[in-house]
């Protein structure tokens, strides 16, 4: 009888993955980015188990967009009380805060669980070339 072998949480090793975000676009770089952090990539992946890598992303306000996004696509929040909804272009999200637009936007193609949530910790954004993130350099 062969069985398929499930990973467990301890068997798992995970390495550090550089993204340079710099002229790609943004849909098929978060994508990616979501494949990295649910493992999906290795061959011991198990739907079950957090087996994705960290993903640190570097030059993320040099991504490009298609189409007119920058300037007609919008982000709403609420606070629940009334009238106190605010929207913001995408062009502004992404000068603002990228690091809120790129979790926003990886979050959306992970699992709405408890994984899900543990899977997006592993997400590190940064606007600019450099990272705190010493020992994994891009080769």
């Given amino acids: 009888m062969n069985l398929t072998k499930m990973t467990n949480a301890n068997e798992v090793k995970r390495e550090w993955i550089v993204l340079d975000a710099k002229d790609q676009i943004f849909g098929r770089l ?10 999906k990539h290795k061959p011991c ?3 079950h188990t957090d087996c994705g890598d960290f993903v640190v992303v570097i030059n993320a306000k040099d991504v490009k967009f298609s189409g007119n996004k920058c300037e007609d696509k919008l982000y709403f929040t609420h606070s629940g ?3 106190s909804t605010k929207q913001k272009t ?10 809120k637009l790129y979790r926003l936007s990886v979050r959306g193609m992970l699992p709405k669980t408890k994984l899900g949530r543990a899977m997006i910790k592993k997400l590190k954004v940064y606007p600019g070339q450099s990272h705190p993130h010493t020992a994994q350099v891009q080769k």
């Fill in 45 to 47: 992946y198990t739907p």
């Fill in 90 to 99: 995408l062009h502004e999200m992404l000068n603002n805060s990228p690091e």
């Fill in 30 to 39: 978060v994508a990616q980015i979501a494949t990295l952090l649910r493992g």
């Fill in 81 to 83: 009380y009334f009238g």
